[in-house]
């Protein structure tokens, strides 16, 4: 009697048939977002011919270019705050000595990533509608601040998965040699440190130009960001406009990301 083969992860009958079903339901509707940006007609759903249409109102719209320019602000601030901060925990996690509570630490920079952004949300539009209240300001400061905190583990995972993967050995010996710890950190530890920061400033920045939920909380009156604003105009009368905003910031998310892998893959 034959023996009966064993299992072999690298056949899994079906597998490849629910891989492909499933990437065509993620990816069949932005391609069909990014076809009809291109629609010379008004309808969403009907074509009518190729035109560069929408994208001359969108390029155009007043609105757009100051939900654009609000935005590009924002997300800016928002990665060059959070990855500050981002680097400074990722020295304090992965260059001290073991100490009680690390993975308490860990776990609350990571909170972000962890908890249902709604409820960051509503947390956050809580604590500075009481700060609105007792100072009177209502500027953007609030969206900045929001945005960084909220980006911070984003940026703080490359930088830190970059700490652990570089050897030690050059800045051990920078230290016999007596450099102080900002010799050390300004001359050994930030030059190959360099493309983990950067892809995590990208990733920060992504994520705060993409942003709808802490945004829509957070915002105050005529401060609409360009994402929170598309979902205005839905609310309204839904046209390929919204559709070409949708692909000009799908292929800037699309450069950032393939960057980010670019730059998290670079050796030493």
């Known amino acids: 009697m034959a023996e009966r083969a ?44 190729f035109s560069w249409r929408w994208y001359q109102s969108a390029w155009e719209n007043e609105q757009v270019q100051e939900a654009t320019v609000r935005s590009l602000v924002i997300a800016l601030w928002a990665s060059v705050i959070s990855t500050s901060v981002a680097v400074l925990a990722a020295l304090a996690t992965t260059r001290t000595r073991k100490f009680k509570g690390q993975s308490a630490v860990f776990a609350m920079i990571n909170q972000p990533l962890m908890v249902p952004e709604i409820v ?48 030690l050995s050059l800045e051990q010996a920078a230290a016999d040699l007596y450099a102080t710890p900002f010799q050390v950190f300004r001359r050994i ?6 493309p983990g920061i950067l892809a995590g400033a990208m990733l920060a920045f992504v994520i705060s ?37 949708s692909t000009a910031l799908l292929a800037i998310s699309v450069v950032m990301v393939i960057a980010f892998t670019v730059l998290s893959k670079m050796k030493n």
């Open 120 to 167: 960051t949300a509503v947390a956050l539009l809580i604590f500075f509608a009481m700060i609105k209240v007792a100072t009177g300001y209502t500027g953007l400061m609030y969206l900045i601040i929001a945005h960084s905190a909220f980006c911070i583990p984003f940026a703080y995972l490359p930088i830190r998965a970059r700490l652990q993967g570089m050897d």
């Open 6 to 49: 064993g299992f072999s992860i690298h056949r899994q009958p079906g597998f490849t048939a629910i891989a492909m079903l499933c990437f065509v339901l993620l990816y069949l509707p932005i391609i069909l977002l990014v076809i009809y940006s291109f629609n010379a007609g008004t309808s969403i759903a009907i074509w009518e011919g």
């Open 209 to 245: 130009l993409d942003d709808v939920v802490i945004t829509e909380f957070v915002k105050s009156a005529g401060q609409d960001t360009l994402p929170t604003y598309m979902l205005g105009q839905l609310r309204r009368v839904v046209t390929p406009e919204v559709n070409a905003i």
């Open 189 to 194: 530890t930030l030059p190959q440190l360099w």
